[in-house]
């Protein structure tokens, strides 16, 4: 099992609807977890971080299920300007960055 | 943001130059990283300088090399590279204990 798995989509979501992905780990004893947003040719940039209770930023909820190894992100409402990849990042003793997850919001 | 800053934002070597890139945080972080981008590839994670982490870097070729002078600058120096080394460059800072990194711009480099 490879220590951080993501589906690459692409997802082709119409403006407006939700959209979830899930990202799954190996390592049970992964301590700290983050979902980072990447527009193309720019830097990855800090969405939010995963709380073990689960949390929202406005339109964004992320969850982590530690018995199942996986950390999920909900956005709901999407806009165009939504469409980026989606990096999942999960920190045991090292920091590893899934590859993503293409999302792309359809007018 | 300018929390960290990279220059240049791009260069353009030939196989035979040497060059270096620079990397600041001004952020107060005590963990500094390079990764390297290419097209349409995930992060590949280069060289960590944190008390705090296991440090991989064995595949990285020693035509790349790492300097870290204090906490809120890095470097990478290059010489002698090869035309699939061309990428983007981005250098991370974090604060330690389970924070998350904060990336620089990038340096976009072509190496003809």
């Known amino acids: 099992r490879k220590e951080v798995e993501q589906d690459p989509g692409p997802f082709n979501v119409p403006e407006g609807a939700t959209v979830a992905f899930n990202c799954t780990y190996s390592?049970?004893?992964?301590?700290?977890f983050f979902w980072y947003r990447q527009d193309c040719r720019k830097e990855p940039k800090l969405l939010m971080s995963v709380y073990s209770s689960g949390n929202e930023d406005g339109r964004f909820t992320a969850q982590l299920n530690r018995a199942s190894q996986y950390i999920s992100l909900l956005i709901r409402d999407s806009k165009l300007s939504d469409s980026a990849t989606y990096l999942c990042?999960?920190?045991?003793?090292?920091?590893?960055f899934g590859k993503g997850t293409r999302l792309h919001i359809l007018p | 943001e300018t929390g960290v800053t990279q220059t240049p934002r791009h260069l353009v070597m030939g196989m035979t130059n040497k060059k270096s890139l620079k990397c600041e945080q001004h952020l107060g972080h005590n963990a500094m990283y390079w990764y390297k981008q290419s097209a349409k590839k995930p992060l590949e994670l280069m060289f960590v300088?944190?008390?705090?982490?296991?440090?991989e870097n064995n595949s990285v070729p020693s035509r790349f090399s790492p300097e870290c002078p204090n906490s809120s600058h890095l470097f990478l120096h290059l010489h002698t590279l090869q035309p699939e080394d061309s990428a983007l460059y981005l250098c991370?800072?974090?604060?330690?204990?389970?924070?998350?990194?904060?990336f620089g711009p990038g340096t976009r480099l072509t190496v003809l």
């Open positions: 991370a800072s974090r604060i330690g204990g389970g924070g998350p990194q904060f």
């Open positions: 300088y944190s008390l705090e982490e296991r440090v």
């Open positions: 990042v999960v920190r045991d003793d090292k920091i590893i």
């Open positions: 390592n049970s004893a992964s301590q700290s």
